[in-house]
């Protein structure tokens, strides 16, 4: 069965780092694109960052510069390296993995095929 499980979320002070971990089995990434999105209460999903099969990359104004994003097609994993972490930046954090979109396309939702089930982070003293 195939499957995304996401790891690495918690709690953490503002300025401080996460780093959040996306693991596939039942299907390799290796010709997948990886997105990580972010849903805030009472907002809509949020494409944080993406990276596509090729390793190109497309990432939200607000967090370029503090976040990245990276994958590893031997451990089968896309990670997400959170830095600078600020209040705004709480909520549920999801991979997703696509095998068709083109890069104009990596930040729409509907474009991908699987979903994990989500990983709190919150940023707060």
């Known amino acids: 069965q195939a499957q995304l499980v996401e790891s690495g979320g918690g709690l953490v002070q503002p300025g401080g780092s996460l780093r959040l971990s996306c693991t596939a089995s039942?299907?390799?990434?290796?010709?997948?694109?990886i997105g990580w999105f972010r849903q805030v209460p009472g907002k809509k999903h949020e494409a944080v960052s993406c990276?596509?099969?090729?390793?190109?990359?497309t990432s939200a104004d607000s967090v370029k510069g503090r976040f990245t994003i990276s994958r590893d097609n031997i451990e089968n994993t896309g990670d997400l390296q959170m830095n600078s972490l600020i209040p705004e930046d709480t909520g549920v954090y999801f991979c997703?993995?696509?095998?068709?979109?083109?890069?104009?396309?990596?930040?729409?939702?509907?474009?991908?095929?699987?979903w994990g089930q989500g990983t709190q982070v919150t940023v707060s003293f």
């Open positions: 997703a993995a696509d095998d068709a979109a083109g890069y104009n396309e990596l930040r729409a939702l509907s474009k991908y095929n699987y």
């Open positions: 039942g299907f390799t990434l290796d010709y997948y694109n």
């Open positions: 990276i596509t099969w090729d390793g190109k990359i």
